[in-house]
């Protein structure tokens, strides 16, 4: 009689008088479009919000582990029926039923409903109006939350294999090109500064480096992904006999996790995936700064063929390069994923929290970007044509022989400090005069130091400067084959893992 009124927001569900009735999502109103078909109704006086429905389900995206959730629900039958918990006849009921309905979902039939929350509970309805009592058994001795912990990993474990294989196909197309290129000469950069020739074969086999660590990197997250969380349950584990071990080995696990509380909790394969694919992503935003660097006309070292860029609507003239430019702004995205699932799983008590189930679409859009990534990038790489001529001559501006002028006068016993400095001395006139070291005079050069003599010539020049670099990581044209030689290797040991 004496409750005063409510003055909070639009969605309180408090049942006092609301002053704010003006509001669409006002609760009185929402409360008179009801549905009754409410999942677990047992519980429940009043059916589900209407609105609340929609916000709470998440079948719009997780339908797309619905073949991960057959497979898992497959072996959680067949191990039912092991310990006897299920008879082999309902056992083989859930194995057909679930087949056709994994045929339906792949024919693009089945009937999704938001009615039925997730991709979970939409398929267990489905099974049991179309096997009837048995299907309603499937849900024995589990809970959701160690299936969605499940159908994840067995998702992941299927998108880091498919990622892997696009990631070796770009590491082929890398080392491909760079066969091409032991002896094509080009500046080799510091602060963007031209700093000492290398071959551009070497600059692409720095490219093969980042992206073999990439591959590791996975790998070794598809370690900790490729853990069981099945027979944790809801969060404390099951009273029936189960047989993890059998489900582990049947779903291609390693091993069931060690702790029903954790297993069922941590998203931190989740997270170190998405970090993975962030670094992946970074390293690919480097090689597309490089790329836009080189297609311009400043620069022109590399032509990217015309399938891969598009024109401008008002200047003709332009060749753009858009893939490049779109894999660099899409790296920010999925970096954006990594801080999501990270914030997500801050501060969450044990167990479940209702919070993880907006892990998935990060997830899945980090999978989509760098799938798409690396597929463009695999496929455009074969194609870029070097501007050789181009790249050997800003190869000779900048003075990029200099410290093999330093090394040179090491060699002939001054210190390295001073020889430095006489280099040092060197440049200043080249670049007073307008001309490269090379284009000294011998008696210019012997005014910085006496140890100069006719020889030095060799040392000045590119291909001088590169040979001389011939050591293990090196960018000598003869280290760079034997890296290239050492990466079809690795190629092949990465392929072997697949
Ligand atoms: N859709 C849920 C998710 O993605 C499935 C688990 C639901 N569990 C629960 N107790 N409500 O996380």
Redesign the pocket.
């Known amino acids: 009689t004496n409750n005063p009124p409510c003055f909070s927001a639009s969605h309180c569900f408090c049942r006092r008088k609301h002053t704010f009735i003006l509001n669409r999502l006002h609760p009185y109103r929402l409360m008179s479009t009801v549905n009754s078909e409410k999942l677990s109704s047992a519980r429940f006086a009043e059916a589900t919000d209407a609105f609340v429905e929609k916000f709470t389900a998440?079948v719009a995206f997780?339908q797309r582990m619905a073949q991960q959730d057959i497979q898992g629900s497959l072996a959680h039958a067949k191990m039912l029926c092991e310990i006897g918990v299920l008879t082999s006849e309902e056992s083989d009921a859930i194995a057909v039923g679930l087949n056709q309905i994994s045929k339906e979902v792949a024919g693009g039939t089945f009937t999704w409903s938001i009615k039925q929350?997730?991709?979970?509970m939409n398929i267990e309805a489905r099974l049991t109006q179309l096997i009837g009592i048995a299907g309603k058994k499937l849900h024995t001795g589990r809970?959701?939350?160690d299936?969605?912990a499940t159908d994840i990993r067995l998702y992941l474990r299927d998108a880091i294999k498919a990622i892997c294989l696009e990631l070796l196909r770009l590491q082929t197309a890398i080392v491909d090109l760079a066969a091409q290129h032991t002896q094509t000469i080009m500046p080799g950069f510091t602060h963007l500064q031209v700093a000492q020739p290398v071959t551009f074969g070497h600059h692409l086999m720095a490219w093969f480096e980042m992206l073999c660590r990439d591959f590791d990197r996975l790998q070794d997250c598809r370690k900790r992904v490729n853990i069981m969380p099945l027979g944790a349950a809801?969060l404390a584990g099951t009273s029936y006999p189960i047989n993890r071990h059998l489900t582990a080995e049947l779903l291609g696990f390693s091993k069931p996790s060690a702790n029903s509380l954790d297993s069922v909790s941590d998203r931190d394969f989740a997270i170190e995936f998405t970090a993975a694919a962030s670094t992946i992503m970074m390293h690919l935003s480097r090689f597309s700064e490089e790329l836009v660097l080189w297609a311009s006309a400043q620069f022109n070292f590399v032509d990217i063929p015309d399938a891969f860029c598009t024109g401008s609507s008002i200047m003709p003239q332009k060749k753009n390069p858009d893939v490049p430019e779109l894999v660099r702004g899409k790296s920010g995205r999925v970096t954006g994923h990594l801080i999501a699932l990270l914030m997500l799983m801050k501060s969450q008590p044990l167990a479940?929290n209702?919070d993880?189930?907006e892990?998935?679409e990060p997830l899945f859009d980090t999978v989509d970007t760098l799938l798409d990534c690396l597929r463009a990038y695999a496929d455009m790489v074969p194609y870029l044509q070097a501007n050789k001529p181009r790249m050997y001559q800003a190869a000779q501006q900048g003075f990029a022989t200099a410290t093999d002028l330093a090394d040179y006068l090491v060699r002939k016993g001054l210190a390295f400090r001073d020889a430095h400095e006489a280099v040092g001395q060197a440049v200043r006139l080249g670049l007073e005069t307008g001309r490269d070291l090379s284009q000294l005079a011998l008696d210019e050069l012997r005014n910085f130091s006496l140890l100069i003599t006719e020889e030095v010539y060799q040392v000045l020049t590119l291909e001088g400067s590169i040979a001389a670099r011939n050591h293990v990581g090196g960018t000598a044209p003869e280290a760079v084959a034997k890296a290239i030689a050492d990466a079809r290797t690795t190629i092949g040991d990465e392929s072997n893992l697949l």
């Open positions: 998440s997780d929350e997730d991709v979970h809970s959701r939350n299936q969605v809801a479940y209702k993880n189930q892990d998935k």
